[in-house]
């Protein structure tokens, strides 16, 4: 299962159809998990270009916000010579 952001206006819908349901406890959890989502939203597209190095950014990055900032999950592409890689051989690599 893919995980995905929420947005309050997208939620909206599902949220009164569980409350309507009498499930109002979940239908809490889906509003929470809305605001978090557009509050993560903003961390990733705060994501300033990283110096001259190559990254990727997920779909659905895992953000790890405190009260200051945020961690956002990000993928840095690392070359063999970085690595200290010579020459990799096929069978070598996992």
């Avoid at 299962?1 to 309050?8: A, C, G, I, N, Q």
């Avoid at 959890?29 to 001259?52: N, T, Y």
Wanted: aromatic share 6%; glycine share 4%.
């Amino acid at each position: 299962m893919k995980p995905v952001l929420l947005f309050e206006s997208d939620v909206q819908a599902v949220h009164a159809a569980l409350v309507k349901a009498g499930e109002t406890k979940l239908a809490e959890m889906v509003a929470e998990k809305a605001k978090r989502s557009e509050h993560d939203l903003k961390f990733i597209k705060g994501i300033p270009a990283l110096d001259d190095c190559d990254y990727d950014v997920d779909d659905c990055p895992v953000v790890s916000a405190s009260e200051d900032g945020a961690y956002v999950l990000v993928w840095r592409w690392v070359t063999n010579e970085e690595a200290g890689i010579v020459s990799p051989v096929a069978e070598d690599l996992p």
